[in-house]
């Protein structure tokens, strides 16, 4: 626990990934040997993974430390990242670290007194500099399973304090593991650019195994893509790939260095992978800064001669451990037939857009766009529905940023127009919520991605289930699990004999509702009546009532 990792970091393992200027002094977050399920970049839905994940070994109430002086600058509780607790360090970088279990006094007192004050067990802290300070190796929460977690484990987030990037922090850790696993592929992408390649006889996206020993067939403008995960020692825990290399008859065409990023550049994700395939081509509206090719061909590879072009992905880790993948794709002339389209339904990255059909508007600013897209748009509907349902395209394309969608109803079956939302329809026909709002004859909503919406109605309350409530008079904690089928829960209220309770979601995962009971807000020794009101995000309402003893 004594030992500080000091410059010796510049030469640990990582040979041409060294950083730019000398790694501060920190000590290690936990007691125990260092061991990692995640790792930063890691791939996740429509963000990179900010930070690292430190196994608890399973253990929950773990001492987490400080990695260096410096003052406690932010407190969270939450249902996404559970307990949170930032920290910023006089050596110009901050950290984040979520999923913890408990803070330390005196931050646990006041989180507490904070959650009854709002009556929410979502609160926010934002002390002054010198409120908390921390020195290195203290003591400053206790390492949980809070939050979307799916079992015990410390994310820690480590962000240039100047610039607010994050960046990778497995440089100040390396002394503490041993990493000589290379990363593995599982498979390639080939992309024909639209209307200007071919692979395989067709103009779709086509997969290969990594074990593809045929040439593969293809002529026009393509782009690559390859699957891979890293591995560490002694882990099955799959994690992002820190470089990835192409070359096409030994010139590089495309590179990725997972180091560092802005918050903003994390939706971008969404443009550089397709259906789990890193692309080795950029989209023209791809800003992420991480991916790099030469900026007139952008990763694309004209296969333009009747000839073996051969491709060779590098594949390299933060530790510096490489592994190689080769494939051949041959050049074989073919008519290439060009992108057939309604030109109303032509969608360019860099100009706004707008589609007009009956009973629908659709609206996408400059910038939501990647790349041009060209709807397949469709629509069905019967004079017993609610409204049309309207296929934007057949495939769900990611928007940047959120974009105006607006649905008209042909029929109201009640009255009640807070019961309606815009559903998003999946392509086996199931319903998911984008949410919206009803106005004069119109459901309005913002959408994150292309595909098929309509309208429904949840009426439907929340389902509320006690768990063994024979068993709260000796645990002292009440817990229910709450479930809504379609739109999901908006809200939450527990009071035991009419004053505040303080309920939360400990762990989203679960989906359980948890009030652990306290002498301070609950007289002992006698008879309670608890009331439990749980809404959705239609206003439907269940409310609970029980007695307990305690």
Same mark, same amino acid.
């Given at each position: 626990?004594?030992?500080?990792?000091?410059?010796?970091?510049?030469?640990?393992?990582?040979?041409?990934?060294?950083?730019?200027?000398?790694?501060?002094?920190?000590?290690?977050?936990?007691?125990?040997?260092?061991?990692?399920?995640?790792?930063?970049? +890691?791939?996740?839905?429509?963000?990179?993974? @900010? !930070?690292?994940?430190?196994? /608890? #070994? &399973?253990?929950? =109430?773990?001492?987490?430390?400080?990695?260096?002086?410096?003052?406690?600058?932010?407190?969270?509780?939450?249902?996404?990242?559970?307990?949170?607790?930032?920290?910023?360090?006089?050596?110009?970088?901050?950290?984040?670290?979520?999923?913890?279990?408990?803070?330390?006094?005196?931050?646990?007192?006041?989180?507490?007194?904070?959650?009854?004050?709002?009556?929410?067990?979502?609160?926010?802290?934002?002390? +002054?500099?010198?409120?908390?300070?921390?020195? @290195? !190796?203290?003591?400053?929460? /206790? #390492? &949980?399973?809070? =939050?979307?977690?799916?079992?015990?484990?410390?994310?820690?987030?480590?962000?240039?304090?100047?610039?607010?990037?994050?960046?990778?922090?497995?440089?100040?850790?390396?002394?503490?593991?041993?990493?000589?696993?290379?990363?593995?592929?599982?498979?390639?992408?080939?992309?024909?650019?639209?209307?200007?390649?071919?692979?395989?006889?067709?103009?779709?996206?086509?997969?290969?195994?990594?074990?593809?020993?045929?040439?593969?067939?293809?002529?026009?403008?393509? !782009?690559?893509?390859?699957?891979?995960?890293?591995?560490?020692?002694?882990?099955?825990?799959?994690?992002?790939?820190?470089?990835?290399?192409?070359?096409?008859?030994?010139?590089?065409?495309?590179?990725?260095?997972?180091?560092?990023?802005?918050?903003?550049?994390?939706?971008?994700?969404?443009?550089?992978?397709?259906?789990?395939?890193?692309?080795?081509?950029?989209?023209?509206?791809?800003?992420?800064?991480?991916?790099?090719?030469?900026?007139?061909?952008?990763?694309?590879?004209?296969?333009?001669?009747?000839?073996?072009?051969?491709?060779?992905?590098?594949?390299?880790?933060?530790?510096?451990?490489?592994?190689?993948?080769?494939?051949?794709?041959?050049?074989?002339?073919?008519?290439?037939?060009?992108?057939?389209?309604?030109?109303?339904?032509?969608?360019?990255?860099?100009?706004?857009?707008?589609?007009?059909?009956?009973?629908?508007?659709?609206?996408?600013?400059?910038?939501?766009?990647?790349?041009?897209?060209?709807?397949?748009?469709?629509?069905?509907?019967?004079?017993?529905?609610?409204?049309?349902?309207?296929?934007?395209?057949?495939?769900?394309?990611?928007?940047?940023?959120?974009?105006?969608?607006?649905?008209?109803?042909?029929?109201?079956?009640?009255?009640?127009?807070?019961?309606?939302?815009?559903?998003?329809?999946?392509?086996?026909?199931?319903?998911?919520?984008?949410?919206?709002?009803?106005?004069?004859?119109?459901?309005?909503?913002?959408?994150?991605?292309?595909?098929?919406?309509?309208?429904?109605?949840?009426?439907?309350?929340?389902?509320?289930?006690?768990?063994?409530?024979?068993?709260?008079?000796?645990?002292?904690?009440?817990?229910?699990?709450?479930?809504?089928?379609?739109?999901?829960?908006?809200?939450?209220?527990?009071?035991?004999?009419?004053?505040?309770?303080?309920?939360?979601?400990?762990?989203?995962?679960?989906?359980?509702?948890?009030?652990?009971?306290?002498?301070?807000?609950?007289?002992?020794?006698?008879?309670?009546?608890?009331?439990?009101?749980?809404?959705?995000?239609?206003?439907?309402?269940?409310?609970?009532?029980?007695?307990?003893?305690?």
């Amino acid at each position: 626990m004594k030992q500080y990792i000091t410059a010796l970091l510049l030469s640990c393992s990582l040979g041409a990934f060294a950083q730019e200027s000398p790694l501060p002094a920190f000590v290690p977050p936990l007691d125990s040997p260092l061991s990692f399920s995640g790792n930063f970049g +890691e791939l996740r839905a429509n963000h990179f993974h @900010g !930070g690292i994940d430190f196994k /608890l #070994g &399973g253990v929950i =109430g773990k001492p987490i430390r400080a990695l260096a002086d410096g003052y406690i600058s932010r407190i969270r509780v939450t249902h996404g990242s559970g307990y949170v607790l930032d920290v910023t360090y006089n050596n110009g970088y901050t950290t984040i670290n979520r999923h913890l279990d408990a803070f330390v006094q005196p931050i646990s007192g006041r989180v507490k007194k904070l959650q009854y004050e709002q009556e929410s067990w979502e609160v926010e802290i934002t002390p +002054e500099a010198g409120e908390y300070p921390v020195k @290195g !190796g203290q003591v400053i929460a /206790l #390492g &949980g399973n809070t =939050g979307y977690s799916f079992g015990p484990h410390l994310h820690l987030d480590v962000i240039d304090t100047a610039t607010d990037e994050y960046v990778d922090p497995l440089p100040l850790f390396c002394n503490y593991i041993t990493d000589t696993t290379a990363p593995r592929a599982e498979g390639f992408l080939l992309v024909p650019k639209p209307g200007k390649g071919m692979v395989a006889g067709n103009q779709t996206p086509r997969t290969y195994a990594v074990t593809v020993a045929q040439p593969i067939e293809a002529w026009g403008v393509i !782009g690559a893509g390859i699957k891979a995960y890293d591995y560490m020692n002694g882990s099955t825990n799959r994690c992002g790939v820190y470089s990835t290399v192409l070359t096409v008859d030994d010139k590089e065409v495309f590179r990725s260095t997972v180091n560092r990023f802005s918050y903003d550049e994390n939706r971008y994700i969404n443009s550089w992978i397709y259906r789990g395939y890193m692309k080795s081509f950029i989209d023209p509206g791809n800003a992420l800064r991480m991916i790099h090719a030469d900026k007139d061909t952008r990763g694309w590879v004209d296969i333009n001669e009747e000839r073996d072009y051969k491709f060779e992905y590098t594949l390299t880790d933060a530790s510096g451990n490489t592994s190689r993948y080769r494939f051949t794709v041959r050049g074989k002339q073919q008519t290439i037939t060009p992108v057939q389209h309604r030109e109303k339904y032509a969608f360019e990255w860099a100009h706004a857009n707008y589609l007009q059909e009956p009973g629908l508007t659709f609206e996408v600013p400059k910038g939501a766009l990647y790349d041009d897209v060209y709807l397949n748009f469709k629509s069905r509907g019967d004079s017993g529905a609610i409204a049309p349902t309207y296929q934007l395209h057949d495939e769900a394309v990611p928007l940047h940023v959120p974009c105006d969608l607006t649905i008209g109803l042909h029929r109201r079956p009640i009255a009640d127009t807070t019961k309606y939302y815009v559903a998003g329809v999946t392509s086996k026909g199931s319903l998911y919520s984008a949410g919206g709002k009803y106005e004069n004859g119109f459901m309005k909503t913002r959408i994150r991605q292309l595909g098929t919406y309509t309208v429904a109605i949840d009426t439907v309350p929340p389902v509320v289930t006690p768990i063994s409530p024979k068993a709260w008079t000796n645990s002292g904690k009440i817990t229910f699990r709450i479930k809504d089928a379609q739109t999901g829960i908006r809200s939450y209220k527990g009071t035991i004999d009419g004053k505040y309770a303080l309920f939360g979601i400990p762990n989203s995962i679960q989906n359980l509702l948890v009030c652990k009971l306290d002498a301070e807000h609950v007289e002992r020794g006698k008879l309670h009546t608890l009331e439990l009101v749980v809404e959705d995000y239609c206003g439907n309402r269940t409310v609970v009532r029980e007695t307990f003893r305690w």
